[in-house]
């Protein structure tokens, strides 16, 4: 039971920045959301995750809506290197697994 | 090395036989996750051990699969009399799991081809 709702698929130019939803209408307060990406062929990379606040790292930025039933993960300068599937889900933050949904196709265009 | 270890990278093996696939977890990560991925699909939970509770069995598809982790470190998935329809890629991933570390890193998976 995945929990999250993604778009099958996006397109992204090169250079722009990629800006991918999830709804997590269901989510619980000690719920988190977390992000992770699969390349071709390779085991699935983590990403960014957060509670409530917006976050950002070396990869990407972390929106979260305030009453946080849905967030966005944005790329912000999208490289061919960064098709992939990405993965929105959401979890307490630890003592269960990761439920990995159908993620959504991002494909960075030249 | 610093990753989640895994092994065989491929293993191809006659339906009804056994097989074993190994993971070596990051060292101290005290949480262990299996997963499984068929072609063009997305990834299915199997089992999820963490420290010394009991495993977290409930995503293991029949009784022909089972998953022991020994001295809390390494983890080993049996599935026996192998079937065409376990055909997939396994992998495994690991974690602290505890407040401020709980992103889960897997490894490059084992693909299994049953024929």
């Known amino acids: 039971d995945a929990k999250t709702t993604q778009p099958p698929s996006m397109d992204c130019a090169e250079g722009r920045a990629a800006n991918l939803p999830c709804n997590h209408s269901t989510i619980s307060g000690n719920e988190y959301v977390y992000w992770y990406r699969q390349i071709h062929s390779q085991g699935p990379q983590y990403i960014i995750h957060g509670l409530k606040n917006n976050e950002t790292n070396e990869m990407a930025s972390l929106i979260i809506t305030e009453d946080r039933k849905s967030s966005t993960l944005i790329l912000p300068h999208a490289t061919l290197r960064d098709t992939a599937v990405y993965y929105c889900i959401v979890r307490p933050q630890y003592g269960n697994q990761f439920y990995f949904g159908t993620g959504t196709s991002l494909t960075v265009i030249p | 090395g610093a990753g989640v270890s895994q092994s065989p990278s491929n293993k191809v093996t006659e339906k009804g036989k056994d097989v074993e696939l190994r993971c070596d977890p990051i060292?101290?990560?005290?949480?262990l996750y299996w997963y499984r991925q068929s072609l063009g699909q997305g990834l299915e939970f199997l089992i999820y051990?963490?420290?010394?509770?009991?495993?977290?069995k409930s995503g293991l598809p029949s009784d022909r699969f089972s998953a022991e982790r020994t001295g809390g470190s390494v983890s080993t998935l049996t599935i026996q009399r192998t079937q065409q329809e376990d055909s997939a890629v396994y992998l495994c991933a690991s974690s602290f799991d505890r407040v401020m570390n709980t992103e889960a890193f897997f490894g490059q998976g084992t693909r299994l081809t049953v024929v």
């Open positions: 060292s101290g990560h005290t949480a």
């Open positions: 051990f963490q420290g010394n509770s009991a495993p977290d």
